[in-house]
């Protein structure tokens, strides 16, 4: 699949083996890691403006982690709207398969939506069911068959006006990168695959990385410890009123995102 199918430039080792960062202990004090933070803060602001959003968490260790949390953010967000009852999550049968299980750990559950004869999410069969329990609808663009959702901005605003809210899986991001974002599509957050879009080694059971991007509705509910920068100052936020909370003990895989950086 497209997990291994791309270029890891030596480099990116070289650069993850430096000193400055290959011995660099977690719980060290932030005075004594500002350069590492500092380029760490910059890939967020990359990351960010790849993307076509407002902010980004770093702590997903995978991107099946950062699909996870993205649907926590959504869960937070809605239940701070009193809208507990949303529970059904729309997801087209050309999906990745941990969607189901991303829904269920949220207390939520799927509803598949057959595609169109060409691939694509069908505009009726999507209206069909968005209702009053719709929690939000999980999409990849272009999807799983090669197939660029033409109809994006137009599913968004069905899903928005239903009072959903809809997540991006960023597995295809290679296609968009330096072309289109998907958060001027109308998404509200995407994980983004370090390992298939930036270079990076993939998860296989070993450090992995799934930032996620998300847009002014989700930013609130981003988790902790992130990084913020503080006039010329590098600073760990570690605590936030509507956080979701610490989803990783540290504020990232930082030997994979120091290849991403590269």
């Known amino acids: 699949g497209s997990c291994p199918m791309k270029y890891n430039p030596r480099v990116n080792e070289q650069v993850a083996r430096l000193p400055g960062i290959a011995h660099v202990h977690p719980d060290q004090p932030e005075d004594s890691v500002q350069g590492l933070l500092g380029l760490l803060h910059e890939l967020q602001t990359w990351l960010v403006e790849i993307s076509g959003f407002s902010d980004v968490t770093l702590q997903p260790a995978a991107g ?43 207390g939520m559950y799927c509803v598949e939506l057959k595609s169109g004869a060409d691939g694509r999410i069908d505009l009726d069969e999507l209206k069909k069911h968005l209702d009053d329990d719709v929690a939000a609808l999980m999409m990849t663009n272009p999807n799983t068959a090669g197939a660029f959702e033409s109809d994006i901005k137009e599913i968004c605003q069905l899903v928005h006006d239903a009072g959903g809210l809809v997540y991006g899986d960023g597995a295809n991001l290679n296609a968009l990168v330096g072309m289109a974002r998907p958060g001027d599509m109308g998404l509200d957050c995407l994980h983004i695959n370090v390992h298939k879009t930036f270079s990076t080694p993939h998860g296989g059971g070993g450090p992995g990385a799934g930032p996620v991007a998300v847009n002014d509705t989700l930013a609130p509910f981003l988790p902790v410890p992130k990084i913020v920068k503080d006039g010329d100052v590098y600073r760990v936020l570690t605590q936030s009123e509507q956080s979701v909370g610490s989803v990783l003990s540290t504020i990232g895989q930082t030997g994979v995102y120091m290849r991403a950086n590269a």
């Open 64 to 106: 099946a982690h950062g699909e996870l949390v993205g649907l926590m953010m959504i869960r937070a967000c809605l239940d701070s709207r009193g809208q507990q009852h949303r529970k059904k999550v729309l997801v087209p049968d050309s999906a990745h398969g941990t969607n189901p299980a991303s829904a269920a750990l949220c």
